[in-house]
């Protein structure tokens, strides 16, 4: 019976408690417990007492050394009895639970500070290239900054990768718990962008009204203005760009945050070649769909930044605004993420040799060889010596490019001996790291400044003229728009009185969403 089997443990515990019991690991002392140093996650991992504790206590890997302190612990008392000796029952179990009530600690992650940055001058891209034209008519630098469709994939991917990083644990392959439950993962991750993101609806909203009903009437007005508050209008591909046009992004990125968190955990389960193929399927899928585009409009070397006559708009904002194809550039930062988390706790048994040099090639590049190589297929293109579509170029050749560059900034960023001098110590500097937190703000400014200075309508209401006929106020606008975003980080996203309103809602939305037992 169970009775007598634990009666008879106990009693066998207590005896190597008081006597001690040889034949721990070679430097382990004389009359080390059960509970000794090698505890495998806090179970009853005894060897020939398992039979009799089935992990009632923490006898660890004690490997037969049950001692007293084994039935008095719980899981994670680990090294409390190491050097037990010949000790009495009551003082070996006092210290087990001592040990047992201290948490247990989880490596820390370390910050990735050169991310930040990175996004400043990804931002800064998209913002020069959006009005370049107001600035000059020199058709290099039109065609070296409209290459926004190109750009805009690294958004996806870098959030991919900062919620990887931040959803998933070191060196283990599981997800954190904060990713349970997945509405509310959604929903925390979506009020982190969305108070700024309402400010500029309101701060502006005389700008988009009063454009949108010269244009459309109040009633069409009266729609846009619920899609756009809604984040819903990269769902419609030929008004994905309303009122703010560059927030479609977020509202892209807040659907695909619906899927993230049910997909995440079984991410973080895979090993790294299960991710190396996982990988593959997503890169298949994303260059799949761009070919596809490319050979029904036979457009494959269409510089699509600088035609104003689209052979098929619809079907190109199709595949440039779609929620799902956000997904899957996600998804691929995601998986990038975890190659360089998983591979920190070790080389992966499963791996080929030719992986494995694969891999240490991989990770021997500096980030600045890779940053160079993407910098030169920008400039490639404006000099017309590459001539394929920005689809194809963004799927075949940037993203991938730039996972690579965004795996070897994490991968530097960890290492102790890295060098002191390099880009990655660059992009740490303390100004770029300033500019970093508030290039989320200059990304939600910029669109609605650069209307009030150059779209027509309004322009012509407010000045009389339209401010392209001035090329060098294009400084001035650039100027204000750093000025309006660092004014929205202080009174916006990092006001406490935002924060704490920010959060009781967070809070009645999980309400709504969620049964009460895990709603708070």
């Known amino acids: 019976p169970q009775g007598v ?136 630098f039109l065609r070296l900054f409209s290459q926004v469709n190109v750009a805009v994939g690294a958004f996806f991917v870098i959030s991919g990768y900062v919620m990887a990083y931040t959803a998933t644990e070191l060196g283990k392959l599981e997800a954190s718990p904060r990713v349970f439950p997945a509405a509310a993962y959604t929903v925390s991750r979506i009020a982190g962008f969305f108070p700024v993101y309402v400010a500029a609806q309101l701060l502006f909203a005389p700008v988009f009204i009063y454009a949108d009903v010269f244009y459309n009437g109040w009633v069409k007005t009266a729609w846009h203005a619920l899609a756009t508050t809604s984040l819903s209008q990269a769902w419609f591909p030929m008004h994905a760009e309303l009122w703010n046009p560059p927030t479609w992004f977020l509202s892209a990125l807040a659907w695909a945050l619906v899927a993230v968190p049910y997909m995440l955990p079984y991410i973080a389960e895979m090993s790294n070649r299960g991710l190396r193929r996982c990988m593959a399927t997503l890169t298949a899928v994303s260059v799949l769909s761009k070919v596809a585009y490319s050979y029904d409009l036979g457009c494959w070397a269409l510089f699509e930044g600088m035609t104003r006559a689209h052979p098929n708009l619809a ?48 990770s021997s590049v500096p980030p600045l060889a890779i940053a160079l190589c993407m910098k030169s297929l920008f400039f490639a293109r404006a000099a017309g010596l590459v001539q394929v579509n920005d689809m194809l170029i963004r799927g075949f050749v940037f993203i991938p490019l730039f996972t690579w ?63 392209s006929k001035s090329p060098p106020f294009f400084y001035v606008y650039l100027a204000l728009v750093l000025v309006t975003a660092a004014a929205m980080q202080y009174w916006v996203a990092e006001n406490r009185w935002v924060a704490q309103r920010t959060k009781a809602a967070v809070t009645r939305i999980n309400g709504w969403l969620l049964p009460s037992s895990l709603a708070s």
């Open 315 to 362: 079907l190109f904002n199709s595949l440039r605004f779609s929620p799902f194809f956000a997904l899957v550039e996600i998804l691929m930062g995601v998986v990038a993420a975890r190659l360089v988390m998983v591979g920190e706790s070790g080389r992966d048994p499963e791996e080929s040799a030719l992986e494995a040099r694969i891999t240490r090639w991989a």
């Open 5 to 140: 089997a634990d009666a008879a443990a106990r009693s066998a515990g207590a005896a190597a408690a008081r006597t001690g019991v040889p034949g721990g690991p070679p430097e382990a002392p004389w009359g080390v417990t059960a509970a000794h140093r090698g505890s495998y996650r806090g179970l009853g991992d005894c060897g020939r007492w398992a039979p009799l504790c089935r992990g009632h206590g923490a006898c660890g890997a004690g490997r037969g050394h049950v001692g007293a302190t084994a039935w008095g612990g719980v899981k994670g008392v680990g090294a409390a009895a190491w050097g037990g000796g010949a000790r009495s029952v009551a003082s070996a179990t006092a210290v087990a639970g001592a040990a047992a009530e201290a948490p247990k600690t989880k490596p820390k992650r370390p910050r990735l500070p050169a991310l930040d940055a990175l996004r400043f001058f990804l931002i800064s891209y998209i913002c020069i290239g959006h009005f370049v034209a107001m600035a000059t008519k020199d058709v290099f």
């Open 405 to 467: 560059f965004t795996m070897r900034i994490h991968r530097v960023t960890i290492d102790p001996e890295a060098p002191k001098f390099s880009l990655v110590k660059l992009l740490e500097w303390g100004p770029l790291q300033y500019l970093g937190k508030i290039s989320f703000c200059i990304y939600i400014v910029h669109g609605p400044i650069g209307q009030i200075f150059y779209k027509r309508v309004i322009a012509n209401k407010i000045f009389g003229f339209v401010w």
